[in-house]
Structure formats: structure tokens, C-alpha cells
């Protein structure tokens, strides 16, 4: 972890009262950044990472040693051009890359904050965020976007900050938390809380960590960014390294063998109480409850263009649930372009090589941007 | 068909909210966009046509007329268009119904199924007409509901709809449609054009 050192980060010394009640003051947000500030300030996009994501959407993770996560979407010549805008990630607080969260020493016990850390919601997560943009001094963003928890922050962003960013990304989101969901997040946390490491969240990250736990949590989680089509057209039976059955519980199944894998290196880059964490901060997220049961007042006077995308085989966060925030903001005379991808890569599609995605917002952004500066003069 | 399209952009007034439904490749909306001052939003079927538009910077949603009608509230556009899509539904009737309810008015276009080629072609040859406006076989056309001017005007008068005005495109000539040149119009006009209110 000696990159630890080279990562950027902010001491919020403002105090900030979080939903659950408590307050928090000077504490970290790590953060990156890509490509430049113009002169005009107007070409910063700040965008918001997924449960499992960090402040390295682009390039390589100095941490991980890793592809960035959103290395597809971000960089230069890509869909969020870094030749052409300024963009700004940061880790969410309750994060293990360097913000606030269960992970961060507390300097009285020199031990990991651990579940002493408070319940943290996509509100608060946003509202740490904003601090940033008064640090970089950054009046108005260009866009906010975000997939998945990301997309769920854009939306808690431009209602919080109405007029803050000229454009909002929402992608393959929800404005409230399904049942279904809350259900495969509960099975994840369950995973964790159930493994004798997990020790009530107190275990210290130098000796054991639960890491079965964590791993089987990633496990379960990860099928439901996967769609059925994908996993059988990617693994379909095939057997792992054998050439038959072997009547034992071993990894037979190549798809076993995968699952296992991703399991196993999740856990070398993320803390098990930080997936609580966020996981039970996605579940406690429903912007339509927030407004009194109409989502449209979440977005009322909004002169923000919207643009929202779903995926055809997203089962996680399907197209209905995004076609509801179209639908809110439909209602209202807001500015929304929606379409839906055909992609068979599941709830997973935001993160991947997706070309007619990548594309469609390369050029949305790239007009919009040129549109609108062409308007001002 | 440029034509179409000046003459819709005469019936829309500076600073009106459009909603283009079946936009396309946002072609009107762009035009709109660039020989007038409007906020034009616009609905769209084929996924290909919406990429097309949202790459362009338009505010354009996937969904169809017939189910993504009913999220626009009451009287939300100045104008609602309808371009030569009118033939495509499954119930237009339904349609120009919910276009009257989200817009302040109405412009609707439809291919003349009464223009002189299409009756002769059927006179003549006893087969379902193909041609340049019309292009497809009867078993590959997506239009259901073919109608002629004549009947577009019974359909209003039936259903209470005020004609607001009534334009007949034949090639590039650009005339007016009245009750008294009505049967001769219907006769010539590839295309009519209607600017409808409730």
C-alpha cells in the first residue's frame, strides 16, 4: 500500500449531518481526477462510482495495480473524452479506498472504526461529495452520471443541488430499491455477518478478516450483474480443466470456477464492513418516498437535461424502474432523452465494452457540450 | 419531403413546447431546431433511430405512441405532431385521441390512400396500390390503417375535431384543402396535412 501516499484527498472540516442523525466532521474524500479544467470552468463532469467502485474510474488503479472501472467509458478520445473534459471521481464515504468509512483508524483505539462507523445513506454520500466541488472551485458541472449506486447518486444530486450540472446521467438505476434487490443485498450481508472473522464488525484488517464471507457475498452479487443469456452463452456446462465429472464438490463447472475467482480477488481490494455498509445505503435509497410518493417533486423547476439508459437483460435494475424516472420527468416538462441498450451482458453492461453505449454517449455529451456553448455566444 | 416540413414549421409559433411523436431520426426536430426558437422533445420506436437522435444532442425517448402517450399530462405541448405514422398504429383512433389530450393542437399528416395513382392501380391492374409514398407490399406494409383525405375529414367530423386548417402536398405544390375542393384534392394530393384542435 505504498501508493497510499500519491492518492489525492480532502479533509472535510464542515460538519455534516448525516440522515441516521449523527454528526461527522473532519474527515477524509479521496478522489481523482482526469484531464484539465478548462479557463471557463465549464467542462467538469463529476462522476459517481458503483457499490464496489472507487475514485479510479480510468487508467490503471495504483492500488489494485487493476484497470480503472470505468476504463471503457473514461479517457481520452472515450465516451467521458479526457482530452475534452475535466473529470472528478471520488470514493463514497463509507468506502474503503481512502474516504471516511468503517475501515478509517480511529485514532483513540488505533483500530479499524469497524460497525462504530454510523449508517450512511446515498444522501449523505452526495452531500460529502459536493465539498468537492468547493475545494476544486468548480461553480457549475458540466454532467453528472453514474451507473447503478452511481446512477442512484446522480439523481440524489440533482435533487439536492437543482441547476448544479447542465446534464445528468442516470444509468441502469432505480429512484427506489426494489424488494428484490434489498433481498440479494441482505443475502450478501448475511454472508459476511455469518462468518466467525466478521467477529460483530470488530475484527481487525491486520489479522482475519471475514473474508469467506465477503467472498461469498461477491459471489452471490455477482450473478445479478450477469444476465442468464450471458452466463450460458459464456459458460453454457462447460467443465473446468476435466474432462468429465468428478462426484465431488470441487469447482467441476467453469462456471463455478469463475464465480470462485471473482469471489477470491475481491476480497484482496475491498472491506467486508464497507460492503455493509453501502449495500444497506443503496437499500435505504427511494428518492419517491423522499418527496412524499411522487418522484417528479425530487426534480420540480429542474433545468438539467436528462438523459437515461437501461439494458435489455438488466434484471437488477430493469427497464421499467428507469422508464419510472422518464416518466417523473415527463410528467414535469424536464428536458430526458431515454433509450434502452440491447445488450445480452445483464445489469453489468454499464461497466463493459458495450459499443452502441459508449458511443450514443460520446456523442451525446460531445454535442450537448458544443450546443450548449454555441447557445451562450 | 422538405415541403411537409415548411409547412408544419408555418403552424408552429416562436417559444411553443413541441413533441414530435415518431420522430425518427429527429430530421423535423432538427429543422425545427435550427428556422425556429421551440423546446422540441420527441418520441420514438426503433432503438436504432433513438440512438441516432440522442447522438445528436436530442431529447428524444425510446417508447411507443400507443403505451408512452399516457405519461404526458394534460395539454403539456403547444403542438404534438404526428409526420406519416398515423397508418402505423393499432388504433389510431386511440392515438389522435391521446395527441388532442397531451396538445394544445395538433398536426397531423398522412399519405393520401385516395391520390389518383393509388385508385388506378387498383382500377387497373386489381392489385393493392404500390407506390413512391407507398412502397410496400401489402404483405410487408407496416400500415394498417390506410385512409384517404376524405375519410381523415369524416373521421374529425365524426369525433368532434375542429380542422383547424387542412394543406394538400402534391410533388412540391402547396395548396389549401376547403369543403368545396375537398372531393378534387383528395383526388390529386399525395399527401394531407391537418392542424387539429379539440
Known amino acids: 500500500m505504498s501508493n497510499l501516499n500519491e492518492m489525492k484527498n480532502i479533509i472535510i472540516e464542515k460538519t455534516l449531518k448525516l440522515d441516521c442523525g449523527k454528526e461527522i466532521s473532519n474527515f477524509p474524500l479521496a478522489y481523482e481526477t482526469y484531464g484539465n479544467l478548462n479557463e471557463k470552468k465549464d467542462n467538469a463532469i463529476l462522476i459517481f462510482h458503483a457499490l464496489t467502485g472507487d475514485q479510479y474510474a480510468s487508467g490503471i488503479n495504483p492500488i489494485t495495480k487493476k484497470e480503472g472501472w470505468w476504463n471503457y467509458a473514461v479517457g481520452p478520445g472515450k465516451s467521458f473524452d479526457t482530452d475534452k473534459f475535466f473529470v472528478i471521481c471520488a470514493n463514497v464515504i463509507g468506502g474503503c479506498m481512502g474516504s471516511y468509512g468503517p475501515g478509517t483508524i480511529d485514532p483513540l483505539t488505533n483500530k479499524p472504526i469497524g460497525t462504530n462507523f454510523p449508517v450512511i445513506t446515498i444522501n449523505d454520500m452526495v452531500n460529502a461529495q459536493y465539498n468537492l466541488l468547493d475545494y476544486l472551485k468548480i461553480e457549475k458541472l458540466f454532467a453528472v452520471a453514474g451507473g447503478s449506486m452511481g446512477g442512484m447518486q446522480v439523481l440524489q444530486f440533482v435533487s439536492n443541488f437543482p441547476n448544479k450540472a447542465k446534464v445528468a446521467l442516470p444509468i441502469a438505476c432505480t429512484a427506489s430499491h426494489s424488494a428484490q434487490n434489498i433481498a440479494f443485498n441482505e443475502l450478501g450481508r448475511q454472508a459476511i455477518m455469518s462468518d466467525s472473522n466478521w467477529k460483530e464488525g470488530l475484527y481487525d484488517e491486520k489479522s482475519t478478516n471475514p473474508d469467506k464471507g465477503l467472498a461469498v457475498a461477491r459471489m452471490a452479487a455477482h450473478i445479478t450483474y450477469l444476465s442468464k443469456q450471458g452466463l450460458q452463452e459464456k459458460f453454457g456446462r462447460n467443465l473446468q480443466e476435466r474432462s468429465d465429472l468428478k462426484f465431488g464438490f470441487d469447482a467441476d463447472f467453469q462456471i463455478e470456477s469463475y464465480l470462485r475467482y471473482q469471489g477470491s480477488v475481491f476480497v484482496d481490494r475491498f472491506d467486508a464492513n464497507s460492503y455493509l455498509y453501502i449495500t444497506r445505503a443503496m437499500d435505504y435509497f427511494d428518492l419517491t418516498k423522499q418527496y412524499g410518493g411522487n418522484l417528479s417533486k425530487a426534480f420540480k423547476d429542474t433545468k438539467t437535461k436528462f438523459f437515461i439508459i437501461s439494458f435489455t437483460s438488466d434484471w437488477l435494475y430493469p427497464t421499467s424502474e428507469n422508464k419510472d424516472i422518464v416518466i417523473a420527468l415527463n410528467a414535469i416538462g424536464a428536458d430526458v432523452g431515454f433509450v434502452e441498450i440491447k445488450t445480452d451482458k445483464g445489469h453489468d453492461s454499464f461497466l463493459l465494452d458495450v459499443p452502441d453505449f459508449l458511443s450514443t454517449i460520446k456523442n451525446y455529451l460531445n454535442t450537448t457540450y458544443s450546443n450548449i456553448n454555441e447557445r451562450r455566444i | ?198
Open chain 2, 1 to 198: 419531403m422538405k415541403e411537409e416540413f415548411k409547412v408544419i414549421s408555418k403552424f408552429i409559433e416562436e417559444k411553443s413546447r413541441v413533441l414530435d411523436v415518431g420522430c425518427g431520426d429527429g430530421i423535423l426536430m432538427e429543422y425545427l431546431l435550427k428556422n425556429k426558437v421551440v423546446d422540441v422533445r420527441g418520441l420514438e420506436i426503433s432503438k436504432e433511430k433513438v440512438k441516432k437522435c440522442l447522438s445528436k444532442g436530442l431529447a428524444v425517448i425510446e417508447g411507443d405512441a400507443e403505451n408512452d402517450l399516457k405519461q404526458f399530462p394534460d395539454l403539456s405541448f403547444d403542438i404534438v405532431i404526428l409526420s406519416q405514422t398515423l397508418q402505423a398504429f393499432m388504433s389510431p383512433e386511440n392515438v389522435i385521441e391521446n395527441l388532442l389530450r397531451v396538445g394544445k393542437k395538433v398536426i397531423v399528416t398522412i399519405p393520401n390512400f385516395g391520390h389518383w395513382k393509388v385508385r388506378l392501380d387498383l382500377l387497373l391492374k386489381g392489385e393493392m396500390p404500390v407506390t413512391k409514398n407507398l412502397p410496400y407490399q401489402w404483405y410487408n406494409t407496416p400500415n394498417l390503417h390506410m385512409c384517404t383525405i376524405q375519410d381523415f375529414y369524416n373521421f374529425c367530423n365524426n369525433k368532434r375535431v375542429n380542422i383547424y386548417k387542412s394543406i394538400s402536398l402534391n410533388g412540391e405544390k402547396i395548396s389549401n384543402i376547403t369543403t368545396s375542393n375537398l372531393k378534387y384534392k383528395n383526388l390529386i394530393s399525395e399527401l394531407g396535412i391537418f392542424l387539429l384542435e379539440k
